[in-house]
Structure formats: structure tokens, C-alpha cells
């Protein structure tokens, strides 16, 4: 999602999904997404959600590249955000998160609202479930979608490149591999994917392109290659100081195939960790 909201919120987005169906499925997609961080000092919780078109009518779509991460564990995508159409104007919409830990009115998106709906407090727990409604939003109607909630726990073990004692900022350079690594669960467990992204910003702090790598929480841990961080600095052009986010998520994805040639994505995560960086090149 724009603005660090999502990946996603999508990324962000949001944030956001990954599809294997055929193109025939890709005349128009949307994702709505839901997103819960916790403040490491305070432990107060926010539940954030929002939506956003990658395509309507063939106009705009994500175009993102897929390849294996650096362990060969994990599937990674890059995209740069700029080719994903955003937020047209549509006539209307309503979606709806519900369950888990949410109000008993739930969370409530609507279509073209200005800013991502926001609740104080804490969203889900462990093994919690969440439902979807949505209509409008010039989609056909879809049945009430329900997942699992993401984890909230994930014990982050050690993220590279290694920075400096008391560093608040990460540096990383061209040639560097971005790894985190995790204590994976407990065999019965049901866990979630881990989703780590790392984001450059625009000019106006918005996500411009980024890596999403995604891994199974048994794997342990996701890499992503020194080459695809070289891929990702050289949307960056000119002099322009190189600035953007690492962030591990935990991950839950329903992608939803309807008539009319739509994709939904509904997506939810648990932030976990987030490190601003400084790019050299």
C-alpha cells in the first residue's frame, strides 16, 4: 500500500499478495488489506486497513518479477509501485474485517475514503480467525472470505548486514545480501508466511519500489540477493540519497477469482520489525 501504510500494507502494502493464476484472471485486481503493529516500547497495539487497485479495465497492474530468494527457500518479487493504478474514483464500496479480537461492528473500509480506517488496540491473538465482507467497489459480490490471523509473535534472531552498536539506522550497499533470520515454531503450531520487504522512498517518504520476499516460518529464514538490492537502488536516479524501510511481517493471503475477470486479494499481516535504511551505492 502507498504511504507505508500496507506493505501493505499492501505494503504493502500494503503488501501484498502473490498470485499463480493464469492472466485471464487479471483484467481487474484489488487489494484490501489489514495490518497490526504493536510499539516495542509502549506494547500498545494499532490495527490499520485500506485498500488499493493494481488494475481496473487493464488499465495500470502491478508487473512485479519473480524470482527465488538467495537460499532458494522463499519466492521474492520487485515491483516498482508507481505502475499500479492506486485509487480511482468508484461509485462505492464497503468492506468489512470482523473476528479475532476486533469490535463487534468490526473494522469498516469504505471505497474512496482519504485516509486508511484506524482502531486503538489490539486486533487478534494466537489462532484467532478473521472474515471479510465486501460489496462494491464496481467488483461482483463475493462470498465472506475467513483465514486464520497472522502470527504475533515471530523471534526475529539476527538481520545482515550487521550494523554498529547503538546504530539507528541500517546501511546497505550494493553488494550487500539482506537476510533475516527467525526461531521457527513449534512443529504444531499454525504458522504464518514471514513476509520481508525492503522499500526505497519518493521524495514525499512513499514507497517507490520494492523487494517482498516471502518464506515459510519452519524455513527460518529469507535472503535477498545482492544483485536484487542492486535492481532495487537503481530506481533511485541522479544523486538522490537512497532512503527506505526493512520490515518482517507475518502473512496470511485468501486470493479470490470472481466473473468479470477480477483477482481479490485479501491480505493481513502482523508487523514485526521495521529499520529505517540509508542505500550506498
Request: hydrophobic fraction near 40%; charge should be negative.
Amino acid at each position: 500500500m502507498r504511504g507505508r501504510f500496507l506493505l501493505l500494507a499492501v505494503v504493502a502494502l500494503l503488501a501484498l499478495g502473490c498470485s499463480d493464476y493464469p492472466h485471464a484472471y487479471d483484467e481487474n485486481e484489488i487489494v484490501f488489506g489489514i495490518q497490526q503493529r504493536t510499539d516495542a516500547a509502549s506494547g500498545t497495539s494499532v490495527v490499520t486497513a485500506d485498500y488499493e487497485f493494481l488494475s481496473l479495465s487493464r488499465k495500470g497492474g502491478w508487473g512485479a518479477q519473480v524470482f527465488r530468494d538467495g537460499d532458494g527457500e522463499g519466492v521474492c518479487y520487485f515491483e516498482v509501485f508507481d505502475h499500479r493504478l492506486g485509487r480511482p474514483e468508484v461509485e462505492s464500496g464497503v468492506a468489512r474485517w470482523t473476528g479475532g479480537q476486533l469490535p463487534q461492528a468490526g473494522l469498516q473500509v469504505l471505497a474512496n475514503q482519504p485516509a486508511p480506517s484506524k482502531i486503538e488496540g489490539a486486533g487478534w491473538g494466537p489462532n484467532d480467525a478473521l472474515f471479510f465482507d465486501v460489496t462494491g467497489f464496481a467488483m461482483p459480490p463475493l462470498r465472506t472470505v475467513a483465514m486464520y490471523a497472522p502470527s504475533v509473535e515471530l523471534a526475529i534472531t539476527a538481520i545482515s548486514p550487521a550494523q554498529p552498536t547503538r546504530a539507528t539506522e541500517m546501511t546497505i550497499g550494493t553488494t550487500d545480501d539482506v537476510s533475516v533470520k527467525w526461531s521457527p515454531p513449534a512443529p504444531h503450531v499454525n504458522a504464518s508466511r514471514v513476509m520481508v520487504t525492503l522499500e526505497t522512498e519518493d521524495e514525499a517518504a512513499h514507497p517507490h519500489a520494492g523487494v517482498r520476499c516471502f518464506g515459510s516460518a519452519s524455513s527460518g529464514s529469507v535472503v535477498i540477493p545482492s544483485a536484487r538490492v542492486s535492481q532495487l537502488f537503481s530506481t533511485v536516479t541522479g544523486d538522490k540519497p537512497i532512503k527506505g524501510n526493512l520490515a518482517v511481517y507475518s502473512h496470511r493471503q485468501v486470493t479470490y477469482l470472481a466473473r468479470g475477470g477480477w483477482v481479490a486479494y485479501i491480505v493481513a499481516t502482523t508487523l514485526h520489525r521495521e529499520q529505517a535504511f540509508t542505500g550506498a551505492r
